[in-house]
């Protein structure tokens, strides 16, 4: 018996050990949380976030980061993914290390899901309040019913100055008292919970007073069961039966007395978010093909550009799944977009000088990053449908940009 027990001990200690090695020793920092795993052309074709802002990059506990930016419902949703008729505006962080405190869709507050439509456009603004200090990595996200999370890019974002302890969440009601939501209602929640477990743990003692298991299992099965429960025994039932009844009227009045205006719970999908028009563009792209290499880092694209407005452009940017392949002759990007995400010099065009109004011009365009692996766009090649999607942003000299939309199968090459 004695040396059972040691060896329990023993595989119990080497257990826990294990497990303090395995979690405290072996800690990697991760640095995606999520999209990458995700089928490479989902990504590709589900959601555009562009023009994203950060309003700041560090801040203190109960300080205030804004992110703002447009989001394009991809045409060509993929069938696997139900179409966002019920979609929530999240933020993917590992908790609520921020609370937010608002959320917009075109100009709405968005507490609740949102219905939103294939094809449109919107813009977005969510204000973040920093909670616990920490660098965190902050994504935008979109919740889809019966289609998954659809992941934006995520930016590092510190929260430094003051400590957990001092984030407060002032929030004043219609009945004009302002409370703090990380702590209201707390000791209440408490002290009833407590004070019905002790209730429950006194029937218990009440009765564990005399011995609990053989002598009245014996009385049972000698037909003496009537002698277990005494009159007094019954006497305290119907005490504790009572008084529960009591407690949970007369306390539900009071807290009726109490909170006078209550309401309940306000849920239900918001319908007719309002889009924003993008005007709509003089350029237009036609994609011959696409291809990337496997294994490799980039793709490339065979693109027929035609210029139909009135001043000349170049093209700038390539983006898709949150990566942003820019060339920097033409457009650099100053909002601090992640780093890991944007491949500053990473599009190369066979041909990027201004194409004139009225002129049509076939050119190679590569985008070549480490982003496209490390992001696992290659990854595409395990996907059950190579189509890609993106969008290309044109510029003329005077900076005025231009958005199209592409979409065409992409040919993986292996030779
Ligand atoms: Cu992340």
Do not use: C
Not at 88 to 117: D, H, T
Not at 237 to 245: C, Q
Not at 331 to 351: C, I, K
Not at 391 to 407: M, W
């Amino acid at each position: 018996m004695k040396q059972i027990r040691t060896r329990i001990a023993n595989w119990s200690l080497l257990g826990l050990l294990l497990a303090v090695a395995a979690t405290s020793l072996y800690a990697p920092s991760a640095s995606a949380h999520g999209e990458k795993s995700q089928a490479a052309f989902m990504r590709m074709r589900t959601i555009h976030w562009f023009d994203l802002k950060w309003s700041k990059e560090k801040v203190a506990v109960n300080e205030d980061v804004e992110i703002t930016g447009k989001f394009h419902v991809f045409e060509g949703w993929p069938e696997t993914v139900a179409e966002p008729d019920v979609a929530f505006l999240n933020i993917g962080i590992p908790g609520p290390v921020f609370i937010r405190k608002e959320s917009y869709i075109g100009g709405q507050l968005v507490p609740r899901s949102v219905r939103l439509e294939i094809g449109k456009t919107y813009e977005f603004r969510v204000v973040l309040r920093a909670r616990r200090p920490g660098d965190w990595h902050v994504h935008t996200m979109m919740s889809v019913q019966g289609g998954g999370p659809i992941i934006g890019p995520g930016k590092w974002i510190s929260i430094e100055g003051g400590s957990f302890s001092d984030f407060k969440n002032p929030v004043t009601t219609l009945t004009g008292q302002t409370v703090d939501l990380e702590v209201y209602q707390e000791s209440n929640i408490a002290f009833w919970h407590i004070f019905w477990a002790v209730f429950g743990l006194a029937w218990i003692l009440y009765w564990v007073r005399r011995p609990v298991f053989l002598p009245r299992l014996l009385l049972v099965d000698a037909g003496r069961a009537d002698e277990i429960v005494t009159p007094l025994d019954r006497k305290v039932g119907a005490a504790f039966a009572a008084a529960t009844i009591l407690i949970v009227v007369v306390a539900m009045s009071s807290a009726n007395g109490k909170y006078p205006i209550t309401i309940p719970l306000q849920a239900g999908t918001m319908r007719g978010i309002k889009p924003i028009d993008l005007p709509k563009p003089t350029v237009s792209v036609k994609v011959e093909d696409a291809t990337y290499r496997v294994p490799g880092r980039a793709m490339r694209m065979k693109l027929t550009i035609t210029n139909s407005g009135n001043s000349p452009i170049r093209l700038g940017e390539f983006y898709t799944a949150s990566v942003r392949f820019l060339d920097s002759d033409v457009y650099r990007d100053t909002t601090g977009y992640p780093e890991d995400l944007l491949a500053e010099d990473g599009l190369t065009v066979s041909d990027n000088s201004p194409i004139a109004p009225g002129e049509s011009r076939t050119v190679e365009v590569q985008a070549s990053d480490a982003a496209w692996e490390v992001y696992r766009l290659a990854d595409i090649i395990y996907d059950p449908d190579s189509r890609f999607a993106g969008l290309l942003f044109f510029f003329d000299a005077s900076g005025t940009r231009q958005i199209v939309q592409i979409d065409a199968p992409l040919i993986p090459s292996f030779i």
